[in-house]
Structure formats: C-alpha cells, structure tokens
C-alpha cells in the first residue's frame, strides 16, 4: 500500500466511492419513496441495469483522472466514517430531485408508466454520472481542477448515449418512451440547479468534516 495515495490512486479510488455510495443511497430512497404511492415500478429492472452499465462504462477513466496536487500532499488513509459522513449528507440531495422529477412526471406530464419511467432514467442518469466533476475535487470544478481528457469525452458520450437511448429501437425494448421536448428544458434547469447545490453542500461538508 506504501505510495498508493501519493500517486492519486487512493484519490481515484474515493472519488468513485463517494460518486458511487452517495448516489446507489439516494436512488434506493427514492424508489422505496415512490413504491408508497405508485401504482406501478418507477423503474423496470431491466433499465436500473442498463443504467448501472451505462455509469460504470462512463467511470472506466477514472483511474486516469488527475488528483489535486494537495490530497497527494500528505499521506492519507481509508476513512470508512468519512465515507458514511458523506454518503448520509450528500444521497438526500439526489432523492430531493428524484421526487421533483416524481411530481413533474405525474402533475405536469400526466405521465404513464412509460413515460414516468423514461424520465425518471434520464434525469437520475445525468445526475448520477455528471456529479462526479463535482465530487472529483474540493475546488471549483473545471476552473480551478480541471477532469482529466479521457474521463470528460467518456461521461459526456455516455450521457448522449443514455439520453437519446428511449428514442431507439433499444428505447422500445426496454420499454422506454419518447419524452415531450418541454421535459428536456426542465431536466437542464433540474440538473443544473442539482450541481450547484452539491457543490454549495461540498464547501459546507469540507469545513465541518476533515479528511
């Protein structure tokens, strides 16, 4: 283990624990949240499975990502309290837009199944996949810490591929729908408003937990 934090793997290795934790605790609150009053699942098991695919194949560049020169500054150690720290702080964010989406899907939409479940895998997807720019790093993402090269064109790709997917013959076998275009502006306003406050509780979280 000797050198294992000072080369940035350690710091790859968080980053997709935390991204991972985080997100896997907020979506499982969400879908036991909604079986309370859906008549139906929020989403099938075949789409939670093609979504795990998609957010593992969008991490395989994780291990290239470059890690802030200060976490490599000092030695550092696994932190199983920090990871519950944060997993516990961070997954309700996720849940909070998970039944945002629930209410624009059944109250704006009049969403059936399908397409309740469309848009729940859209929105959960993008926010589940592009927080990583937010959590990879405790500086402002993209302007102070930059994602590394291969890690930024894999999440992005994989983030068109999800999002056009209920628009394919793929879309139809997994029993997706076409989602309105109305819906897309409120996904970016949902996604947006989504990073900002993660970044905004990460200052917060930073200052009160140490790691």
């Known amino acids: ?94 849940s909070l837009y998970d039944f945002l989406t629930y209410g624009i899907m059944l109250f704006i939409f009049a969403a059936s199944a399908e397409l309740f479940q469309s848009g729940w895998f859209v929105e959960s997807f993008w926010t589940e996949v592009l927080v990583i720019f937010v959590i990879r790093t405790r500086r402002i993402p993209f302007f102070s810490s930059r994602p590394g090269k291969w890690l930024t064109i894999l999440t992005l790709s994989c983030v068109l591929f999800g999002t056009m997917v209920p628009f394919t013959p793929l879309g139809r076998l997994l029993e997706f729908a076409a989602l309105p275009s109305s819906y897309w502006i409120l996904l970016v306003l949902m996604v947006a408003t989504y990073l900002l406050l993660v970044e905004t509780g990460k200052v917060f979280f930073y200052k009160i937990c140490k790691f």
């Not at 050198?3 to 997100?23: A, H």
């Not at 949240?33 to 957010?55: R, T």
């Not at 944060?86 to 309700?92: I, Q, S, V, W």
């Open 1 to 94: 283990m000797k050198g294992f934090w000072r080369d940035g793997r350690l710091g790859n290795t968080m980053k997709y624990i935390l991204m991972g934790t985080s997100s896997n605790f907020g979506n499982m609150f969400s879908a036991a949240g909604a079986s309370l009053f859906l008549p139906f699942l929020p989403m099938l098991p075949i789409q939670i499975l093609f979504m795990n695919l998609l957010y593992d194949v969008a991490n395989m560049t994780l291990p290239t990502d470059a890690v802030d020169e200060e976490y490599i500054r000092k030695p550092r150690r696994w932190d199983v309290s920090f990871v519950r720290k944060f997993t516990l702080f961070f997954g309700p964010f996720s």
